[in-house]
C-alpha cells in the first residue's frame, strides 16, 4: 500500500477532531483532499482496513473514505492504487456502507477509456466475492462480470469457457471493428428473459446496421456452428450471457446454417455440476435456445425442444408449441390493415 507519514499524521489528526461526531455535521478533510490522488485512495483503502479490522471511529473513518473516493475523477486515478482499493474492498465478509459504487464507476469509466488493464481486472475479481449483501450488490456483480468478460490479455481456454471462440476472434479483430462487435455483443448480454423485447431488438437492430445485416448473421453463425461441433459446452456466466446474446442476435434474421448450429448446439453435453458455475443465467440461455428452436419452420425442432425440457427441468425454456403460436400471431398481424 502507498504510504507517507504526511497522511498518516493528517489522517490521525482528522479523524480525533472528528470523534464523537455525527458524521453529517463533520467538515470536509480539506487537508487531505489536497493531496494526490493516490495519496486519497491510499487513504480511502486505509480506511477500509481500519474498519474492516474494527480499529478507529466507524462513521469517522466512512466519513474519511467517502470523501476520498468521491473526489476522484477517472483521468488523474492510477489504476494500481484504485485496483488496491477494491482488492481491500473484497477482503471484508460485504461492501454494505463501502463506497465500491462509486469505486466501480470510477473503473467503468477507466475501461470505457483505456479497455481493461490487467491490475484493475484483478482488483474488480477481488472485490466480487464481497458483493453479496443487497440485491444492488448482486446486480453490480453480474454487471461487472460482464464488462470484465471482454478483457485482452488471459490466455483463452474453450475448455474451461467456450465463449472464448467469440473473445478469440474479437482480440483479432482491427480495432474499429472489435469495438463495433463488442457493443453488439455487450448489448446481447443485458437481457434477462429468454425471449428478446423490444427495446433490446430496437437497439440490437442499430447496432447489427451499423456492421451490416449480412457480415452479422455470417459471423454469428460461424461462431454459433463452430461451438456445435465442441463435444462437451462448459460456460461461465458471463460465456453464458454471450451465447444467449449471439442466439438472439442471429434469431433476428435466420438462416440454415444458423438454424443448424442452434440445433447442434441444444444437443451437445453441458456440464451442469456446482464446480461449473451453472446458474439462472445459465436456465436463461436454454430458453433462448428454445426460443430459436421456436421459430424454425415446420415444427421441425419439436423433439429437440422437448429434449431440452426433459434435460433442463428448472429452466425459462418454453414449449415450442407456444413460441411457435406466438411467431404466427405476430406474422398474422403484420399482414393485418
Known amino acids: 500500500m502507498y504510504r507517507t507519514p504526511l497522511w498518516h499524521d493528517l489522517l490521525d489528526r482528522y479523524l480525533e477532531s472528528i470523534r464523537g461526531k455525527p458524521s453529517s ?20 483503502t486505509e480506511a477500509v482496513a481500519m474498519q474492516q479490522g474494527r480499529t478507529g471511529d466507524y462513521l469517522g473513518l466512512s466519513h474519511v473514505e467517502r470523501a476520498m473516493i468521491q ?13 488496491t482499493y477494491l482488492a481491500m ?14 469505486g466501480w464507476d470510477l473503473a467503468r469509466r477507466k475501461i470505457t ?71 453488439l ?5 443485458v437481457g434477462t428473459h429468454a425471449e428478446p423485447k423490444p427495446t433490446w431488438q430496437k437497439k440490437a437492430d442499430a447496432l447489427i446496421d451499423k456492421l451490416g445485416r449480412e ?13 456445435g461441433v465442441r463435444p462437451v459446452l462448459r460456460f461461465e456466466p458471463a460465456g453464458a450471457d454471450v451465447l444467449r446474446g449471439l442466439v438472439w442476435i442471429g434469431a433476428t434474421h435466420r438462416g ?53 425440457a426433459a434435460r433442463f427441468r428448472r429452466t425459462t425454456a418454453r414449449d415450442i408449441r407456444s413460441n411457435e403460436s406466438s411467431r404466427l400471431t405476430r406474422r398474422r398481424r403484420a399482414h393485418e390493415p
Not at 488523474?76 to 484504485?82: G, K, R, S, Y
Not at 455483443?185 to 448480454?189: D, I, K, Y
Open 256 to 308: 440454415d446454417k444458423f438454424d443448424a448450429a442452434v440445433v447442434r448446439i441444444a444437443d451437445r453435453t453441458w456440464p451442469r455440476a456446482k464446480a461449473d458455475h451453472w446458474s439462472p443465467r445459465h436456465d436463461r440461455l436454454v430458453g433462448a435456445l428454445a426460443y430459436a428452436l421456436g421459430l424454425q419452420p415446420n415444427g421441425i425442432a419439436v423433439p429437440v425442444v422437448r429434449a431440452l
Open 185 to 189: 455483443v455487450a448489448h446481447g448480454m
Open 215 to 227: 457480415t452479422v448473421q455470417h459471423r454469428v453463425s460461424a461462431w454459433l456452428s463452430e461451438l
Open 25 to 44: 455535521t463533520a467538515p470536509e478533510p480539506v487537508e487531505l483532499l489536497a493531496l494526490s490522488p493516490a495519496e486519497r485512495l491510499a487513504i480511502a
Open 89 to 102: 474492498l473484497g477482503g471484508g465478509s460485504g461492501i454494505c456502507g463501502h463506497e465500491w459504487r462509486a
Open 113 to 183: 477509456r483505456a479497455g481493461i488493464e490487467p491490475a484493475l481486472y484483478d482488483g474488480l475479481r477481488a472485490m466480487q466475492p464481497a458483493m453479496t449483501s443487497h440485491q444492488s450488490d448482486k446486480n453490480a456483480r453480474i454487471a461487472i462480470d460482464r464488462a470484465l468478460w471482454f478483457e485482452a490479455h488471459v490466455p483463452v481456454d474453450l475448455d474451461a469457457c467456450a465463449s472464448g471462440v467469440v473473445k478469440r476472434d474479437l482480440r483479432a479483430m482491427p480495432r474499429q471493428e472489435r469495438k463495433a462487435w463488442e457493443r
Open 71 to 83: 473526489s476522484l475523477v477517472p483521468d488523474e486515478t492510477p489504476t494500481e492504487a484504485l485496483a
